[in-house]
Structure formats: C-alpha cells, structure tokens
C-alpha cells in the first residue's frame, strides 16, 4: 500500500476540510488554533511532505532553508502567496501552490460593502441606537454621500476588480482601472469601463478608489503619499486587497486634515495591529475598519480547502497542480 503523504496544517479549518483531509493524507491538524512561532514552522517544515499554511504564516527563506527533504510541496490555502517566497521554494525544488477564483464573489460584495458604508454613514449609524443617541429623524441629520453618477477607479482589474466592477455598475457608478494591460475588450465593453495607463491621472479625477491588486515588491506602498494627495477632498479610499499597498501613515495624515474625505479598510499593513490614527478616525466617523473579513464566508472557505486538497492530490499523484505558483507570476 502507497504510503500516505504527512500533510501539515498551520490553522483550524472548515471540520468538512479537516475531515477530508484525514480521509486522505495522513493530516496533522493544529486543533488549538493559535498561529504557529517561526520555530513551530519549521518543525513543521523539517517533517512534512506537503504544508498547508495560511496568509498570515510567513514561509520565508529562513525557514524554507531549514526544511526537511521530503517537503516538496507548500500548498497554500489562500489566493495571496506574498506570506511566501515562491522564489527560495523554487530554488529548492519545493512546489507552491495557492487557491485563486474562490473568493472572488466573496471579496467584491464586501468591498461593495465598504464603499456604501463610507459614503452613507453606516458605521456610525449603527452606534446611535444602541447607545441611545437618537432624538428622531431630522432633514440636516446623518447626511451622506449618493454613489450614483459618481466614478470609480478600480487599481487592479484581475477577477476581483471585475466582479466589483459589474457590481459597481448596477449601482450606477462609471467604471475607471488601472491596470498593467488592458483588460480583454468584451470585458472593458460590458463594464463601459475608461482603462488609465496613468495611475497618477486616473487618481486626480475619481471619487471613489478601490484597491484590488496583489501585495508584491512593485506594488508595496502603491498609493504612496504622492499619489494619495492628487486625491479630490471628496474622495473615498477601500481597501480589501493588502495593507502593505497604501501608505498608512499618509492616508491617516490627509483623512485627518480633510484632504481625502474618508476611507473603508479591511487589510492593514501590520496585521493584526492597527495604525492607532485609524482607531480615532473610526471613533470620528471618517474611516470604517474591518477585521480581514472579506472573504469570510463559509462557501468560500470550504471551496478554499476543496482547492487545497485538489493541489495537494494531484500533485502526489505525479501530475502538475492546476494551482502552481511560479516567480514569473508574481
């Protein structure tokens, strides 16, 4: 009987995942559910033949360095593999692989989310009853902003970025991106979307911007202070993709002056820690902040670990996963 391969696994996943995992790898699972030391992974490292972390698990040089010679596969359960070095896995003949597609849906209603949260007041709305701060309905009380007409720019304009933008549409918002290239042209005819070679340009004339690409090396600090102040004062940022892409401080700094008028992040740069000037902007009613929600849902998270254990299979089966990640794709 073939030997089954020691898969481990760095979190608590959905029980149909773990349980199918068991039926068909030999699985350790992290029961307790805390996030592993760097010195747990790499023991983790040093006995398994295929790893499943998660996007908060750091699979760095050091670590991959120090990994046992039967893993050969680091399945990622998570869409970003910027928690990896795909490169220093590569070099040692360790495959990668992630779970792209899944959370698509998922991350674009919750960014939809946050753009109305932000510009109707829904945060703050929902702390006046419960604190019992409400008089009663008032024609000059609570006033937002309507989305309709107005226009959206989209940074990055992969799976997500559409799907928002087909969303966005039906709100009645015009559909802007930036992207590296062009998206194909059925798809830029259906959205009626404007394609700006110029981030810069794009910037300067939205109000609305939607951060939707990956965290890499030419993406860190992407809206960096420069581009953040050719925002109008009216603008809104969201942010469902990673914090690492905004300059945190600059955006705080100009939210607090009234430069740009608000922001709605679920990702923040040093997860789980948040800039403390975003604690008091929310307190203020000038930013909404979420706990890297967007793509919690159960659907997501169980087709999440369908993909991984896909990864995992076809690969001990001597085939190509359909989810490698290679350098040149990052």
Known sequence: MKKRPLVVVTRRLPDVVETRMRELFDTRLNLDDKPMSAAELVEAAKSADVLVPTVTDEIDASILAQAGPDLKLVANFGNGVDNIDVQAALARGITVTNTPG??????????????????????????????????????????GHRITGKRLGIVGMGRIGQALARR?????????????????????????????????????????????????????????????????????????????????????????????????????????????????????GKVVLLPHMASATFEGRIDMGEKVIVNIKTFMDGHRPPDRVLPSML
Not at 112 to 134: N, S, Y
Request: with cysteine; hydrophobic share 45%; charged share 25%.
């Open 102 to 143: 899944v959370l698509t849906e998922d991350t674009a209603d919750m960014t939809m989310a946050l753009i109305l949260a932000v510009a109707r007041r829904l945060a703050e709305g929902t702390r006046v009853i419960p604190e019992e701060d409400w008089a009663g309905w008032s024609p000059t009380w609570m006033l």
């Open 168 to 284: 966005a549409k039906a709100f009645g918002l015009s559909i802007h991106y930036h992207n590296r290239r062009h998206v194909a042209p059925a798809i830029e005819a259906e959205l009626e979307a404007t394609y700006w070679e110029s981030l810069d340009q794009m910037l300067a004339r939205m109000d609305v911007v939607s951060v939707n690409c990956p965290h890499t090396p030419a993406t860190y600090h992407l809206l960096s202070a420069r581009r953040l102040k050719l925002l109008k004062p009216s603008a809104i940022v969201v942010n469902t993709a990673r914090g690492e892409i905004i300059d945190e401080n600059s955006l705080a700094r100009l939210i607090e002056t009234g430069d740009i008028a608000g922001a709605g992040l679920d990702v923040f740069e040093h997860e789980p820690a948040v800039n403390p000037r975003f604690l008091k902007l929310a307190r203020q």
